[in-house]
């Protein structure tokens, strides 16, 4: 279990939201290094059960389709950290992933009825489709202005800025930020000798 804690949690996954995680799912160390957790299953596992995503349908794990979601995700995660918006063709791209049978059931219990939407199939597609809900209620919610794009550009990870003047520039002030002031100031030395 603490293993899989640390390829998760320690590493810095859900914290934001799942399409999030996804989009941080190519991930590199701010070396040049790069690591592809979808080829995880046991990442892949833990994500599904952190976000609630499970009962999880742990066979064929249609990985083309959550690459071909994480490159969207990843798109928009550093147009909108820019200040940017998504295009109709993004949004277009997200409502085909969100084009999934759901049903409204009520349920009940201790605090009354609610209503909830449930999907027709369990299967990979809802998954999927949670995966992009998340960011799209972000976007409803205008969140969205808070994601930001690390600016070490051998790390890149996709953050939330929870900052009040969202000035925030790193993922992480001791790691990246640390060596973005070391290189200013061994390049301000340079000048001087
Ligand atoms: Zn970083």
């Avoid at 996804?22 to 995880?40: I, P, R, V, Y």
């Avoid at 640390?178 to 000798?193: D, G, I, L, M």
């Amino acid at each position: 279990m603490k293993a899989l804690q640390n390829i998760f949690h320690a590493a810095g996954f859900g914290k934001v939201a799942p399409w999030v995680d996804l989009a941080n799912s190519q991930e590199w160390n701010g070396f040049g290094k790069l690591t592809d957790h979808l080829t995880n299953s046991r990442w892949l596992a833990t994500f599904l059960k952190h976000w609630n995503l499970h009962p999880l349908p742990s066979k064929n794990v249609p990985r083309r389709k959550l690459v071909h979601l994480r490159f969207l995700l990843r798109r928009a995660a550093e147009k909108l950290a820019a200040g940017g918006s998504l295009d109709p063709r993004e949004i277009s791209k997200v409502n085909q992933v969100l084009n999934v049978p759901v049903w409204q059931k009520l349920v009940q219990d201790q605090n009354g009825i609610r209503a909830e939407m449930v999907p027709v199939r369990s299967d990979w597609n809802w998954v999927i489709a949670r995966i992009a809900a998340s960011l799209g209620e972000m976007l409803a919610n205008h969140e969205v202005e808070r994601i930001k794009v690390c600016a070490n550009s051998d790390c890149r990870w996709v953050f939330r800025d929870p900052t009040k003047a969202k000035t925030k520039r790193w993922c992480n002030d001791r790691t990246c930020g640390n060596r973005a002031r070391v290189r200013r100031a061994r390049a301000a030395q340079k000048q001087r000798a």
